[in-house]
């Protein structure tokens, strides 16, 4: 069965922390991807992966960088933390197929509160 | 560019009725796919349904089935019967031909509210 895991379900961090948001994936997958959800905005794109080692920007990587050294693990890194970042986090992984675009697994979520 | 618009932010029905999720996009892509997801209170996108742009055939999964019309760009979602298990956010999505690397573009999402 497919299982995308992400290491908190709630978390609380203060303002200028570095906070990491870890997702590990038990599938193989090549492409790993971070999206936070904001009401009113559904979910928006923040960096993604397609190898180990490799990433590449989505819609709105400002204040967010990404690590991807193993190919089932893939953070989020906030450097450093702000009000604006308190968000729900959303890890997804699927595998490239010739045919087009594959189907996206998710993880549960982190609730990430930045006070 | 690629857009999903999802126009119902919240929708409420009482158990048994039927109810339609609208779901209209935008792409200049040729081959494309469309998926929905259902996202209940827990928080975990659950998958429903992918269709590519070459299949308009509808379909039907027990109580859910979905309407594909390439010439209005919309790929509606309809619940027959609902129950309140049905309550939850709905996502509707879109993707393109991106070979290695397979973006989604979300709509804003529908909540559904099914009363007992």
């Known amino acids: 069965d497919v299982k995308v895991t992400q290491s908190s379900r709630y978390l609380v961090k203060r303002t200028g922390e570095k906070v990491f948001l870890e997702c590990v994936q038990d599938m193989d997958h090549e492409n790993m991807f971070w999206y936070r959800q904001d009401p009113g905005l559904g979910l928006r794109l923040i960096y993604f992966s397609y190898d180990v080692k490799m990433k590449e920007k989505g819609d709105i990587p400002e204040g967010y960088s990404v690590s991807r050294e193993k190919k089932e693990r893939f953070s989020l890194i906030l450097e450093s933390a702000s009000t604006n970042q308190t968000s729900m986090y959303l890890c997804a992984s699927t595998t490239p197929t010739s045919g087009g675009a594959d189907t996206q697994y998710f993880g549960p979520g982190t609730r990430l509160t930045v006070l | 560019a690629q857009k999903v618009t999802q126009a119902q932010t919240e929708i409420s029905v009482v158990e048994k009725e039927d109810v339609t999720l609208d779901c209209v996009y935008e792409t200049r892509d040729t081959t494309y796919y469309l998926f929905w997801y259902k996202q209940p209170p827990s928080g975990e996108l659950v998958f429903l349904i992918r269709r590519n742009s070459f299949d308009e055939q509808n379909e039907i999964s027990g109580r859910y089935s979905w309407n594909f019309q390439k010439s209005t760009s919309s790929f509606n979602f309809t619940i027959t019967a609902s129950q309140v298990v049905d309550s939850a956010v709905y996502f509707c999505?879109?993707?393109?031909?991106?070979?290695?690397?397979?973006?989604?573009?979300f709509g804003t999402g529908t909540l559904l509210a099914v009363q007992p």
């Open positions: 999505a879109l993707s393109g031909d991106g070979g290695a690397t397979n973006k989604l573009i």
